[in-house]
């Protein structure tokens, strides 16, 4: 089984610190998607159980992957975090789309 990564279109988008956020992703001309999986880092780490809602789940309806709901995290404006979804796509190939999330402060000073 293969494996293609690639960054969404927009590659980079921005949250305010203590939004909570569902993003999703559509896998384009896929048929089927199945075993959805997302991972968040930050500074090279997996960041996951920091920012990400315990209990809830990734899911997939068609070709559009819903994560598990991404919170930007008090005290990281200025970080960035990189947002990995990942499914098995028409039963075939493993697909990986990548963004990145610019977290920035929820004060009026910025």
């Known amino acids: 089984m293969s494996v293609n990564e690639v960054w969404t ?37 997996d960041y996951s159980a920091d ?7 990734d899911s997939v309806v068609g070709d559009i992957m819903t994560l ?7 005290g990281d404006a200025g970080s960035a975090y990189i947002v990995r979804a990942e499914v098995e796509v028409d039963g075939a ?3 990986r789309r990548k963004f990145k999330i610019n977290v920035v ?5 910025d």
Request: net charge negative; no cysteine.
């Open 105 to 109: 402060s929820a004060s009026n000073d």
């Open 93 to 95: 190939s493993t697909e």
């Open 9 to 45: 279109e927009p590659s980079v988008v921005t949250m305010v610190e203590g939004e909570v956020i569902p993003w999703a992703v559509q896998f384009y001309g896929a048929d089927s998607l199945a075993s959805p999986v997302s991972t968040v880092w930050k500074d090279g780490q």
């Open 51 to 57: 920012v990400q809602l315990s209990g809830d789940s």
């Open 68 to 74: 598990k709901k991404i919170t930007a995290k008090e």
